[in-house]
T-cell receptor, first 113, second 114 residues
């Protein structure tokens, strides 16, 4: 089985712009979670989607949003980018997201200048 | 709110020796999972080991084992016969049952010396 894929792998944006990151889960997995990793704040949960519905949400401002498509692929969007949004964004997929393991993608490195 | 604490920012171990990484957590839940993840320089997060809170027996995966003390809310990782490929950042994580939300500790960077 192919693993979790994330595109793009690297991205450079300017303050004020918006960005969309994509995550394709492992085939058959219906749960996708997103995490932000920064040196200062560590790994923080953004949100989780299951069957196209947001099931959990972390403590991030409304500039961070996401969605999931019928094929379980997920996108996250960050509007009005700030310098502090520079981070590694990781997504993880699991079959149901309830009791099974989460498998992580390689991440998207976002740099905001 | 649940929290996970790793008090050792950095650890080092000699190749072939044993090292233990510490983790404590705080939760009022009784049904949850605990994990150790490894993140090498490639940044790919890899699951090392998983423990279900209702199981008293400590989980073991080859050279990796945990010491799970539920009452003390402690979950340490022991790596035996350390190898150079074990060098990475290790994260302890908590997940309540029936949720996909992982709560991570701050991480411990493990250096393996040849």
């Amino acid at each position: 089985k192919a693993g979790v894929t994330q595109t793009p792998r690297y991205l450079i944006k300017t303050r004020g712009q918006q960005v969309t990151l994509s995550c394709s889960p492992i085939s058959g997995h219906r749960s996708v979670s997103w995490y932000q990793q920064t040196p200062g704040q560590g790994l923080q949960f953004l949100f989780e989607y299951f069957s196209e519905t947001q099931r959990n949400k972390g403590n991030f401002p409304g500039r961070f949003s996401g969605r999931q498509f019928s094929n379980s692929r997920s996108e996250m969007n960050v509007s009005t980018l700030e310098l502090g949004d520079s981070a590694l964004y990781l997504c993880a997929s699991s079959s149901t997201g309830l009791s099974d393991e989460q498998y992580f993608g390689p991440g998207t490195r976002l740099t905001v200048t | 709110a649940q929290t996970v604490t790793q008090s050792q920012p950095e650890m080092s171990v000699q190749e072939a020796e044993t090292v233990t990484l510490s983790c404590t957590y705080d939760t009022s839940e009784s049904d949850y999972y605990l994990f150790w993840y490894k993140q090498p320089p490639s940044r790919q997060m890899i699951l090392v080991i998983r423990q279900e809170a209702y199981k008293q027996q400590n989980a073991t995966e080859n050279r990796f084992s945990v010491n799970f003390q539920k009452a003390a809310k402690s979950f340490s990782l022991k790596i035996s016969d350390s190898q150079l490929g074990d060098a990475a950042m290790y994260f302890c994580a908590y997940r309540r049952r029936n949720t996909g939300k992982l709560i991570f500790g701050q991480g411990t960077t493990l250096q393996v010396k040849p």
